[in-house]
């Protein structure tokens, strides 16, 4: 089934299948490649969008008038209001400042779920928004994903 990623163009002919935006940290060298676990387990059941560009350079200036980062703030957008669920994964070690934007840009939509880590520098604010928004958490990615896998085979 189909896997998306920054900058490849969202087409989702086949609709039979729910999307999923796999957000959360990417920070280089700090944050493990969690969305390639993800994409393996939830392509069969699930359409994957993944904003981790494999074509990304560390030195592009992140301002608008940068094409490559102006398009990957956009695709990432775009993604996010296309998905029907969101995963949300905060990494331990990390900062994720563009997560937490979209988390609160998304806490109140209903589409999300939450791991976040106990070691994350948040953590408190992450579970506090949770709790306030009802923004079902998870202990670990494999919870969330067994949850995803079973909610799908179910339908």
């Known amino acids: 089934m189909p896997i998306f990623k920054s900058p490849q163009n969202i087409d989702l002919r086949d609709q ?4 999923v935006f796999l957000a959360g940290s990417i920070e280089m060298d700090k944050a493990i490649d969690w969305q390639a676990e993800c994409e393996k387990q939830l392509t069969n059941y699930w359409n994957v969008f993944n904003p981790r560009r494999e074509s990304w350079d560390a ?13 990957q703030v956009n ?5 996010l209001e296309t998905a029907d669920q969101i995963i949300m994964y905060f ?3 990390t900062k994720s400042p563009i997560s937490l934007l ?16 106990t070691e994350f520098w948040r953590k408190g604010n992450i579970d506090i928004v949770c709790e306030r928004y009802q923004v079902q958490q998870y202990q670990t990615i494999e919870e969330l994903l067994n949850e995803l896998i079973t909610k799908k085979s179910s339908d």
């Open 16 to 19: 039979s299948l729910p999307s």
């Open 59 to 71: 030195s592009w200036k992140q301002v608008k008038e940068n094409p490559q980062f102006n398009e």
């Open 75 to 79: 695709w990432e957008l775009n993604a």
């Open 91 to 93: 990494a331990p070690h």
């Open 102 to 117: 979209e988390f609160g840009l998304y806490a109140k939509s209903g589409k999300m779920s939450v791991v976040c880590d």
